[in-house]
């Protein structure tokens, strides 16, 4: 059976096996540990600015403060009401 979604933990609870697929092909298949251990966990974010001033600077990190923070409590969320 082949079920499609576009998150790990997702793949990782239902599945033995997971496969990445890129433009149509299949790039890697193998355990959730298998891919983990290859590409690591988590995101990277990498911004490029052309105005590096401390109030933008600022502004950005506050965005992004706020962002994580919120995307952290969405996750627990989803988890307390997983668990329950």
Same mark, same amino acid.
């Given at each position: 059976m082949i079920l499609?979604?576009?998150?790990? !933990? @997702?793949? *990782?609870?239902?599945?033995? &096996?997971i496969g990445i697929m890129s433009k149509g092909q299949l790039k890697v298949c193998g355990s959730a540990l298998f891919l983990k251990n290859k590409y690591g966990l988590g995101t990277l974010l990498e911004i490029s600015? =052309? !105005? =590096?001033?401390?109030?933008q600077m600022s502004k950005l990190e506050n965005f992004l403060d706020s962002y994580q923070r919120k995307?952290? @409590? @969405? &996750? =627990? @969320? *989803?988890t307390d009401l997983r668990s329950s």
């Open positions: 499609t979604t576009h998150y790990m !933990d @997702e793949a *990782e609870a239902l599945g033995d &096996r600015m =052309k !105005d =590096k001033s401390q109030t995307a952290f @409590e @969405e &996750r =627990k @969320e *989803e």
